[in-house]
Structures are given as C-alpha cells and as structure tokens.
C-alpha cells in the first residue's frame, strides 16, 4: 500500500505564491507517475499537473506558465510551485500517483489513480 500525505497549503493573496508537496511512503514504485488534482466544492475534480518518474511535466492549459511540478525520487516527494496565483486557483489540491508509471502523460488527465492524498486547501484571496 502506499500513503501520499500533502503539505503547504494556505491563504495567499492574488499573485502570491505557495508550494505544495506530496510525500509517498509504503510500498512505491521510483518509476510512478505522480499529478497534482483540484477540486472546490461544487466542481469536478480538475486536473492540474503531472510528472514522470524521469522527470517530463505535463500542465493543464489554466496553470501552464505559473505552475511548476518537479519531484526527488530519492525523497519519494513531488512538489507544485504555484506563482501568480489567482481566485480560480482556490480549491483542495489532491496529489495521487500510479503504480509503476502505466499511465501515460497524454492521458493523465482522464486515467485512473492508483492511490490519492488527503488534500491541502489553497485559497487565493482577491
């Protein structure tokens, strides 16, 4: 089994900025792909950014150019750096992972997770 625990989030002002990460422990693979997923209450979950086990990015179109994904496979942790950061961005960030790196970046918005975090709240105020 493996446990994905997230940390950093908070209150920031219009055009501030927070970094976020998302610690494995259990069971990993070094090879998953890990991605950052959103939701605010009364929305469907939304993808944000997602990365591979060597290091590719991928962003959704709202977060790309103020967003940055990275991660430490010796750490087993993934990190968002969020900039310029705007009311839209106020939701719960949820990190979650694959197995073994099976799904493919092209399809990582729509593909199933294997295993989820509790979420940090982020709220951007105007």
């Known amino acids: 089994q493996v446990q994905l625990v997230e940390s950093g989030g908070g209150l920031v002002q219009t055009g501030g900025s927070l970094r976020l990460s998302c610690a494995a422990s259990?069971?990993?693979?070094?090879?998953?792909?890990m991605a950052w997923f959103r939701q605010d209450p009364g929305k469907e979950r939304e993808f944000v950014a997602a990365i591979t086990w060597t290091g590719a990015p991928a962003y959704s179109n709202s977060v790309k150019g103020r967003f940055t994904i990275s991660r430490d496979n010796a750490k087993n942790t993934v990190y968002l750096q969020m900039n310029s950061l705007k009311p839209e961005d106020t939701a719960v960030y949820y990190c979650?992972?694959?197995?073994?790196?099976?799904?493919?970046?092209?399809?990582?918005?729509?593909?199933?997770?294997?295993?989820w975090g509790q979420g940090t709240r982020v709220t951007v105020s105007s």
């Open positions: 979650a992972s694959d197995s073994f790196g099976q799904t493919a970046l092209w399809s990582i918005a729509t593909s199933p997770m294997d295993y």
């Open positions: 259990g069971s990993t693979s070094r090879r998953c792909t």
